[in-house]
């Protein structure tokens, strides 16, 4: 069964589909290449859906150049696909054809914005990114080989609309940004193109608060909990996928309110909620309401 950041690293490679995303996603994942000069590239992945998408990508940036692929099994270990690409000339080619200069990579990544910017920033997680089961702990990362595309990541994500603020450190040689606020993780999975994968933590951190609850309340009824953990956890994801392409100044005035309260309380009930209101709201109320924002966020999600 595939880890929990293998199942990410899916995830996001199976929401690259257009030409335009395959170039921003390519260029992302050659920025943050640990084995790339100006002779060799070589691209070690354990995620099988990347393996299946690199030559897509290939095909759409640099159809004519040719390069390696290798299969290795490992003994108690995940197989690992490894692309390698040789030769001045079809390295410049390719550098050329996504506008990156080896010398300067972070300059490839100033030049990005918007979806492109996203896009190459998955493309970054996927080859040298890692999320921890969030069963365990909440912890994502991207080791960099290069320190000046690490500070301008750093600083670029940690703008608006990003707003996905990294911490960072040094390991081995190589710069690590990484995030260990939940929040913040699903605010990156999100962004990275990993809806699903956002939800599930979301689920996991609601849960983990409720289940905290529960051990001091030992007369709380356990199925009440689990459903209000993955309705309360479907309905923060609805939102943050709303704030996150729409915003939620876009919601009616009347979402508005119930929306924000959502987000500061997961935990609550809808009988809790109604009672933030103002003026107050009845359970059915505030359950119309909830549901109003859902079916926005699943036509934002279609779209």
């Known amino acids: 069964m595939a880890s929990f950041s293998g199942q990410v690293k899916s995830e996001i490679c199976g929401n690259i589909r257009k030409a335009a ?42 159809p004519m150049l040719r390069y390696d692929t290798e299969f290795r099994r490992r003994s108690g270990k995940q197989a690992v696909w490894c692309f390698t690409l040789r030769g001045q000339e079809e390295i410049s080619f390719l550098t050329e054809a996504l506008c990156i200069r080896l010398q300067n990579r972070a300059e490839a990544l100033r030049e990005l914005s918007g979806s492109a910017l996203a896009q190459a920033a998955a493309g970054a997680f996927v080859i040298c ?15 960099l080989p290069d320190a000046e595309l690490s500070a301008a990541a750093q600083q670029i994500l940690s703008e608006p609309p990003q707003e996905i603020r990294f911490k960072s450190t040094v390991r081995k040689g190589d710069t690590v940004l990484y995030l260990k606020q939940n929040e913040q993780i699903c605010d990156a999975l999100t962004y990275f193109g990993a809806p699903n994968a956002s939800m599930a933590l979301a689920e996991q951190q609601i849960y983990k608060s409720i289940r905290s609850q529960t051990n001091r309340r030992l007369n709380c009824d356990l199925a009440n909990i689990d459903k209000t953990v993955a309705a309360g956890a479907q ?29 500061s309380e997961p935990e609550a ?20 309401r909830l549901r109003r924002i859902a079916e926005i966020a699943e036509k934002l999600n279609k779209e």
């Open 129 to 143: 990114g890692s999320i921890t089961d969030p069963e365990r702990r909440y912890h994502l990362e991207l080791v």
């Open 235 to 263: 309905q923060v994801a609805a939102i943050r996928l709303i704030s996150e392409t729409a915003g939620i100044s876009a919601l009616p005035e009347n979402l508005q309110e119930i929306a924000s309260l959502r987000l």
């Open 21 to 62: 995303a395959h170039r921003a996603f390519l260029t992302g994942v050659l920025l943050a290449a640990k084995r790339f000069s100006d002779t060799e590239i070589v691209l070690q992945t354990e995620c099988e859906a990347f393996a299946g998408l690199f030559p897509q990508m290939m095909q759409t940036a640099a």
């Open 269 to 288: 009930s809808l009988r809790e909620l109604g009672a933030m209101c103002n003026p107050p709201l009845t359970r059915s109320g505030v359950n119309h």
